[in-house]
Nanobody, 125 residues
């Protein structure tokens, strides 16, 4: 079993930056695909970004491409999401997720086996 804990959320103004962290415990996440999703009330969980174990493959939603950067430190069992030039529409609860199969459907929530509790990001205009 893997436990995921997100941190780094908060309230910022438009144009500012935040870095989210997600640390895995319980077992190593060697080989896992790691992803970030976000959700606002009444809407489905939305893919934000994902990264493979080697970090050679990263994926981004069009809405965040060029502003967000995903990275991981496998030695620390931690994945990061650097969010620059934040916009009010980025406001959401952000969730970290882990896929032990490292499958091909990196954009789909159903691909992932483990989820964190989420961290709130609020961007004021």
């Amino acid at each position: 079993q893997v436990q995921l804990v997100e941190s780094g959320g908060g309230l910022v103004q438009a144009g500012e930056s935040l870095r989210l962290s997600c640390t895995a415990s319980g077992r190593t996440f060697n080989g896992y695909l790691m992803g970030w999703f976000r959700q606002t009330p009444g809407k489905e969980r939305e893919f934000v970004s994902a990264i493979r174990w080697s970090s050679l493959n990263t994926y981004y939603a069009d809405s965040v491409k060029g502003r967000f950067t995903i990275s991981r430190d496998n030695a620390k069992n931690t994945v990061y999401l650097r969010m620059n030039r934040l916009k009010p529409e980025d406001t959401a609860v952000y969730y970290c997720a882990a896929d032990r199969k490292s499958g091909g459907n990196w954009w789909a929530p159903v691909e992932y086996d483990y989820w964190g509790q989420g961290t709130q990001v609020t961007v004021s205009s």
